[in-house]
């Protein structure tokens, strides 16, 4: 039991050396308490937690003072003075955590223009990019508000559900993990906060993939009154496959080095960070953009160009290059696990072939009581499997267990292509 479960003094974490005796925790859950309100729980990993202190929200970079100091027991909440580290401590007050933040002592807040300490973020869940999404209403105005205020509560507390507004559309779209994700979201905001929401239909969660380089030497001018505005970028954007997230890099050339040397830091970030937003929507559409890798050449941001300008300026002829760029949409694979039993096996594996689907393997798995089981394993485009738990419970006489988690995406034929197309925006090119 010591070996597994050693004593908080006499276990070393490599991330907490910088922190010494200060506080170092995690805010690893947020729950909205009927009664106490926002309670965060954290796991404390060096130094001490004192109830009514103050902290210092490292993701946030802000500082917030605890309430009340908690430990729990079920669903009782006892106060306390102070906890350890090694101890999970209950808060209550903080209004700007959320789960997976890292809170340290003030003292290690860091001093202005500096890095500090953000290098030493703990570890937060990880959570992938949503794969369905749906677009939901609150049933009348009058209940805009508490819409409004049951969607933050619940982003809150679930990293996994992410909640956009579309810019052209003005609607609220919810994105979750997959559609029983989405239907508990639904059902808590119908029992637990009292809006009956209307919800759209249910979207796959697409991608768009640059299938060949393409550079761009282009300038951005605006005129607002008697300033003018510009920026001018020659960059190149180049596949590779496997990358996932697309990322922008500054050229390492010589000529580039000494050019890039003369521009500011935070103008240099505000440029990278433009090109980054302009890579979030593609232009097939309007999905983020994977596996590509953009190299900037030079940047000449002309005097006198506001920051607003120069993001609007980067983001703009990012939309150019890839304009320019053969993309194609890319659809999310799902790994499939499905255990049933030997009689109806068959008929499992030639509807998942119906759905486009490829089996790796199958394997016997028999039962104590005699009873014959199969395991198969494979993938399946995620379009097809809009419903498919229900449909296998049928199909299977619920003989037949359905597991799946996202393996990778993978680009669509230009006939599956045209079908998303459709499906998404109603209308065929």
Not at 140 to 152: M, P, R, V, W
Not at 264 to 284: D, F, M, T, W, Y
Not at 355 to 375: C, F, H, I, M, N
Request: include cysteine; hydrophobic fraction near 35%; charged fraction near 25%.
């Amino acid at each position: 039991v010591i070996h597994y479960l050693p004593a908080p003094t006499d276990k070393h974490y490599p991330f907490t050396s910088q922190f010494k005796d200060n506080l170092c925790a995690l805010v690893f859950k947020i729950i909205h308490h009927p009664q106490r309100g926002v309670l965060s729980f954290v796991r404390v990993y060096s130094g001490r937690l004192s109830s009514k202190s103050s902290i210092y929200n490292v993701n946030k970079q802000q500082t917030e003072k605890i309430g009340k100091l908690m430990v729990a027991f079920a669903d009782d909440f006892r106060d306390i003075d102070e906890i350890g580290a090694g101890n999970i401590a209950v808060l209550s007050g903080l209004k700007l955590a959320t789960t997976g933040d890292t809170i340290v002592d003030t003292s290690m807040k860091p001093k202005k223009d500096s890095d500090g300490i953000e290098t030493s973020l703990l570890i937060a869940p990880i959570v992938p990019d949503p794969v369905f999404f749906c677009s939901i209403e609150p049933p009348s105005l009058a209940a805009q508000k508490q819409f409004d205020y049951a969607l933050e509560c619940l982003s809150r507390e679930d990293p996994s559900l992410r909640i956009t507004q579309e810019a052209d559309t003005g609607q609220t779209v919810l994105g979750g993990m997959g559609e029983l994700h989405l239907e508990i979201t639904l059902d808590r905001l119908k029992t637990q906060y009292k809006v009956d929401t209307d919800m759209g239909k249910l979207q796959v969660a697409y991608r768009e993939i640059a299938t060949s380089v393409c550079s761009i030497d282009e300038k951005f001018e605006r005129k607002l009154g008697d300033k003018t505005h510009t920026i001018h970028l020659n960059m190149t954007l180049a596949v590779q496959e496997g990358l996932g997230s697309s990322v922008v890099e500054w050229s390492k050339d010589k000529e580039s080095v000494e050019q890039f040397a003369t521009i500011k830091p935070q103008l240099k970030r505000a440029v990278e960070q433009a090109i980054n937003s302009g890579l979030q929507s593609g232009p097939v559409l309007g999905y983020p953009v994977l596996d590509s890798r953009i190299t900037i050449h030079s940047v000449q941001i002309g005097r006198g160009c506001s920051m607003p300008m120069l993001t609007a300026g980067a983001m703009n002829i990012t939309k150019i290059l890839l304009k320019q760029t053969d993309i194609r949409l890319a659809e999310p694979v799902m790994a499939v696990e499905i255990i049933a039993e030997e009689d109806v096996i068959t008929a499992v594996l030639q509807d998942l072939t119906r759905r486009r689907g490829e089996v790796d393997y199958t394997q016997d798995r028999s039962t104590d009581e005699g009873v014959g089981l199969a395991v198969l394993r494979g993938t399946v485009p995620l379009a097809e499997l809009r419903g498919y738990s229900s449909e296998l419970r049928t199909l299977s006489s619920g003989k037949a267990n359905l597991s799946m988690e996202l393996s990778h995406y993978k680009l669509m034929t230009e006939e599956d292509q045209e079908i998303a197309i459709e499906d998404v925006t109603g209308f065929s090119r």
